[in-house]
Each structure stands twice: as C-alpha cells, then as structure tokens.
C-alpha cells in the first residue's frame, strides 16, 4: 500500500512540475456580428514608426581654441509610409554632419549652438526625416576637464500634427 501511495505521489509531482504555463490573452473587442471592431482593426493597420540611428565616434574638431573630442548620436524618424526609394543612406548624413564641423564657421559658439545647426542642417536638407535627434557628447579637454553633452530634437511642423490626420492629410 506505501509502495502504490509513494508510486501515485510521485506521478502527481511529476505531472505538477511539468505543466505548460497558460497565459491569458487580451480579449479582442467583437461587433454584434462577432467581428473584430473598426478601432481594433485600425490599431492593427497602422503604419509603422521608423527610426534609424548612428553615430560618428571619436570625431576630431578644433573648437573653443582647442582639439576636442566628440561622440556624436544622431537617430532620426522618417515620415510615415515613406517610399523605399526616399530613404536616405545614413552615410550622406554622417558625411553632411562632418563637413558641418570641419566648415564649422564660428570656433567660439557653444555646443548646444553646434548641435542646433547639425539638427536644422539635418532636417533641411533630408525631406523623408520626420525628426532628427543629436546628442554631441564632448570628451574632457585641456581647457575644460569635463564630459558635457548637448542633446537637441528637431521635428517637422507636419510631423507634428500627422497622428490626426489622414494618410492624405485631411481630417476625416
């Protein structure tokens, strides 16, 4: 009788530590006609949120009387249902943004000021960017033995108020 107990406590153990995890799922929003709703529908169809990002490391600039440093992280959203021939290659940016720095014409402005002109610079000249970020971070120097950074966000004023609007700019 202890053999069959410890045989049939043994197969409950076994069964219990074995069991397949459940996980509830979120119920869908049906119609009366046990359809899924036009707003789930919606949400579904969307068009997607594109990023992209890089960064130009170890980027060597004169700048405030001296040789500093800069990491430079630009990431950028592109406007919705963009074209596959609009994308820009992140190259011709990496390119604009260093010769931005290397023409740099005013060696005294701030790097907030710095980092204004790559984002303007950015977002005039690329018309697929929604939006472009920079964060230009600056090594500790000679002059100034600190790590600072400046991170500025620009967005097209269409960018803006795109989520209300349809995909052909109308409200509907």
Known sequence: ????????????????????????????????NGTASQ??????????????????????????????????????????????????????????????LTNYPNKDDYWEIVNKQITSLLLAKYPAVASVTCELRVDPSRQVPYTRSSRVTRERAAARSRPSASPRGKNR
């Open 39 to 100: 707003a789930a529908k919606q949400q579904q169809t969307g068009p997607p949120i594109e990023e992209f990002s890089f960064t130009l490391k170890d980027f060597k600039i004169d700048h405030q009387g001296e040789t500093n440093t800069l990491n430079i992280l630009i990431s950028y959203r592109y406007l919705p249902n963009i074209a596959n021939a609009d994308y820009p290659d992140f190259r011709w940016l990496a390119k604009d943004v260093a010769t931005l």
């Open 1 to 32: 009788m202890k053999h069959l107990l410890a045989h049939a406590l043994g197969i409950v153990l076994l069964a219990a530590s074995s069991a397949v995890a459940v996980h509830s799922q979120p119920a869908k929003t049906l119609s009366k």
